[in-house]
């Protein structure tokens, strides 16, 4: 509801490459709430229901994901593997189904477009990046408008006003997904 506090964490995970990358049945059983904090991720070996001390028999509400965030570097869109590929669509598909919002935060933004690098109000002007989001829009079936730019602080001394706002218009987009997920919930 708007003006309400909202209970808001994080879950991060390894990453999804090669065969060092986390077990996308993992990742789905997070969505679910079936996986308890402070379970380690095994690329080698996935979470089983059989494991009681870290499967989560009967998650609550507040054990599940109310909205998935994919994190990708702007520079790896071009190079990204298919295998990374299919999997970021399994989970993307899994998700779905379940009805859980997603959005893709793009990362480094300034990295991978001078424009931007210069001035990130330049952001929804530089054609390059907006090609690389298309392109990443058409791998894994997420819609561009779900696809969110934001630079990265790495060698700033103070904080930007112009790089705080996509910050902020990301994680603002995120909350509202999230709490029109929970309202849609009977």
Not at 144 to 150: A, D, E, R
Request: proline share 4%; with cysteine; aromatic share 8%.
């Amino acid at each position: 509801m708007p003006g309400s506090t909202y209970s808001f964490a994080f879950n991060d995970v390894m990453g999804l490459e090669g065969d060092q990358g986390v077990c996308t049945s993992d990742i789905i059983n997070a969505m679910k709430g079936h996986v308890k904090e402070g379970y380690k991720f095994n690329p080698v070996s996935a979470l089983s229901q059989d494991d009681s001390y870290w499967y989560n028999e009967s998650p609550s509400l507040e054990d599940q994901v109310h909205c998935l965030v994919t994190v990708v570097d702007a520079n790896k869109i071009a190079i990204m593997k298919d295998e990374t590929v299919k999997k970021l669509r399994e989970i993307r598909l899994a998700a779905s189904d379940l009805g859980i919002p997603q959005v893709v935060v793009v990362t480094k933004v300034d990295m991978l477009c001078p424009l931007v690098k210069e001035d990130v109000k330049r952001v929804y002007k530089c054609k390059f990046l907006k090609e690389k989001m298309e392109q990443f829009s058409a791998k894994v079936g997420i819609p561009v408008s779900f696809i969110l730019p934001v630079k990265n602080y790495h060698d700033e001394i103070d904080l930007q006003n112009d790089m705080d706002e996509l910050l902020l218009k990301a994680l603002r987009q995120i909350v509202d997904f999230a709490d029109d997920y929970v309202m849609s919930l009977p």
